[in-house]
């Protein structure tokens, strides 16, 4: 910790003046207390108390997590891509979090339960959504994106904070099942400052249930900087609640699969609740609606560049002799299909109904529904059959 609690930097100085905006600067960075297991230039540094999380890491594995990352990336770009041509209405980009979710979401058993905000992509990826799924809501197309339950994870949260709740709730269920999965709620470090958030903090620790907290501090919340949402670290905000908490590099894939394996060790074994700081940095804007040029320096962009989570796995299988030319075309090759793939499935998905409108509203049917849809469609047929009315026209 490299912070006392009054959110002072440990040389006594008040959080004033300029000493304290680089004091909080620091606060929210890399600095102490960072667990870290690849440094950005890819050195692989040992940590005696995480190194044995990760020491069943192959190098093969090392690898799929690079491919993961790098599709992660791809979809991204795709999916930007697609919303600038006007095929998707937004976009929320993950760029610079791509370790954050890979190295979290590959440590997952299939029977753990998601709940994300709209960030998580890769997450939902390495749970292995379909493709089109992920972008369905985004082309407004429909309102909920995919069954949760095919691949036990909800459908993206968009009001801030809502899903910590919904997870410590999920994780309540696990509990009185007496079954040994884990609720993970991915959230932003804005949303620490919701009450849901707070609210589904006090619940989990009193009840000790199955959940992990995973808090990836992207240093912003649209154009709110961290340094303003909280004068200390994240990651000690869990204190105040009684639950333990782990703040790691967040570009460091190995160094977040360490933290999230201790973590859903912790709640298998009844041990409650794990708060997760992921320090990271979203290089991209909030959304594709954002221009951050407008309320941030370019040379914070710069410096969280040269601590790129892809760049630097390649450098640390470059190191180990691993980044081959084989190996890079194997990686471009599937991201490119992946991003083919997403591409395809937007452009094609059939465009929704009207009366489709009713469809998930209620479970069971009801009569006062029944009664709206019987007059919905009424209204709909006055204007005849829209497919006769375009041949009328050609034939004018
Ligand atoms: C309850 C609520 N308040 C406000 C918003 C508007 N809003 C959308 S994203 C966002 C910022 C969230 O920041 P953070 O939690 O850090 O997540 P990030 O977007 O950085 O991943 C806000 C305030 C919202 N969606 N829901
Ligand atoms: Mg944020």
């Known amino acids: 910790m490299s912070t006392d609690e009054t959110g002072q930097d440990g040389t006594g100085a008040p959080n004033t003046g300029a000493k304290s905006a680089a004091a909080k600067a620091d606060i929210h960075g890399q600095g102490k207390g960072l667990v870290q297991l690849i440094t950005p230039s890819g050195e692989r540094v040992s940590h005696p108390e995480f190194d044995p999380w990760v020491q069943d890491i192959t190098d093969e594995q090392l690898c799929a997590l690079l491919e993961d990352m790098t599709v992660i990336r791809r979809i991204d770009v795709e999916a930007t891509a697609l919303q600038r041509q006007g095929e998707l209405a937004l976009w929320p ?69 809502a899903q910590t709740l919904h997870a410590t709730g999920y994780a309540m269920g696990i509990q009185n099942d007496g079954a040994d999965s884990v609720a993970v709620t991915y959230f932003g470090d804005g949303a620490t400052s919701e009450g849901d958030v707070n609210e589904a903090m006090v619940f989990a620790a009193s009840f000790q249930v199955p959940v992990v907290f995973f808090c990836t501090n992207n240093h912003w919340a649209i154009s709110e900087p961290v340094r303003l949402q909280s004068h200390i670290q994240l990651a000690d905000r869990a204190a105040g609640f009684g639950i333990p908490s782990l703040r790691v590099d967040g570009n460091d894939v190995l160094a977040v699969m360490a933290a999230t394996r201790v973590a859903l060790d912790r709640a298998r074994r009844g041990g409650g609740p794990t708060f997760i700081e992921a320090v990271s940095y979203r290089m991209g804007p909030h959304t594709t609606a954002d221009d951050p040029t407008r309320y941030r320096d370019a040379n914070e962009l710069e410096d969280w560049a040269a601590k790129d989570p892809i760049s630097r796995v390649e450098a640390l299988l470059d190191r180990k002799g691993l980044l081959t030319e084989a190996l890079k075309q194997q990686v471009k090759v599937k991201a490119d299909a992946v991003a083919r793939d997403m591409r395809t499935g937007c452009t094609t998905m059939p465009e929704p109904q009207p009366m489709d409108v009713f469809k998930h509203v209620y479970s069971t049917p009801n009569s006062w529904l029944d009664r709206q849809q019987d007059h919905y469609a009424r209204y709909l047929a006055s204007f005849g059959d829209p497919a006769e009315a375009v041949s009328e026209e050609g034939a004018r």
């Open 93 to 161: 980009p993950l760029l610079g979090q791509e370790a954050a979710q890979v190295g979290s979401g590959r440590s997952l058993r299939t029977d753990d339960f998601v709940f994300s905000s709209y960030r998580e992509n890769g997450v939902a990826y390495c749970r292995g959504v379909d493709l089109t799924d992920i972008v369905r809501v985004w082309r407004g197309n429909a309102s909920s994106g995919w069954d949760p339950y095919s691949i036990n994870m909800a459908t993206p949260q968009i009001i801030i904070g």
